[in-house]
């Protein structure tokens, strides 16, 4: 390895660490609970009960809602601040269904997740991966890996459902402005997932009215993929 190499990849790890570290400080304050709009949207697509992955689940807010709603759920998120938050929480009535575990892409694999959904009562069920506003709160470097690691699992995912922050919205206002955000082509991300993989884009929205916060309007991507060998026509 050269040290231009080196160097770049100390800068990428330091930077990935800083993140984890400011969303345990985050999450410690953090309690809302209402879901998303956006987990609206997806619950009225999911007709059936499926296990959804939420990978970057936050302060689980729509972890608990698609537990609540029937759904099989299992938390991912890097924070071990928020894992421990969220676990403590669950009720008795939902432990069967809603599951945390910590997850940092690059680091951590899926196969731990799906060879947990093998082994689990139900492992017959269809699964899903939903992430919201995750993949701009992760470094570059990362989200190719978590686009790898999507592309590796897609014959066990009979979808994928994303939000992140779209391109057009670098400049726009941030209450939290303290906060690690990129910004994302929607057309590069779903060309750099689709490429390699059994996934077709099935759905995509861009614009502004979708998570607005306060004075905060961003603009949002939103994308549904589908694994071609797997989506039922009834999802």
């Not at 689980?60 to 759904?71: E, L, Q, S």
């Not at 676990?87 to 951590?108: A, N």
């Amino acid at each position: 390895m050269n040290d231009t190499k080196a160097n770049l990849d100390d800068i990428v790890s330091s930077s990935a660490e800083s993140i984890v570290q400011y969303w345990d400080s985050f999450y410690r304050m953090a309690a809302m609970r209402t879901p998303s709009q956006f987990a609206a949207l997806v619950a009225s697509e999911l007709k059936s009960p499926h296990i959804i992955i939420d990978v970057g689940c936050g302060n689980g807010r729509d972890t608990f809602f698609f537990g609540d709603i029937g759904h099989i759920v299992i938390g991912l998120d890097a924070s071990g601040t928020a894992i421990d938050s969220n676990s403590s929480q669950i009720s008795d009535d939902l432990k069967e269904r809603i599951f945390f575990r910590q997850f940092t892409v690059g680091e951590d694999s899926f196969d731990a997740v799906t060879d947990f959904i093998a082994g689990a009562q139900f492992d017959h069920l269809p699964v899903v991966i939903y992430s919201r506003f995750f993949l701009h709160a992760i470094t570059s470097v990362a989200e190719d890996e978590f686009a790898q690691q999507l592309s590796g699992i897609s014959p066990t995912i009979s979808g994928i459902f994303l939000e992140y922050r779209d391109i057009r919205d670098a400049n726009m206002v941030k209450i939290y402005a303290d906060h690690y955000r990129r910004f994302i082509d929607p057309d590069a991300f779903s060309k750099k997932l689709t490429s390699d993989s059994d996934y077709s884009l099935l759905y995509q929205v861009i614009g502004q009215g979708f998570a607005k916060y306060g004075r905060e309007d961003p603009w949002i991507a939103r994308q549904i993929f589908a694994a071609r060998s797997n989506m039922k026509a009834d999802q």
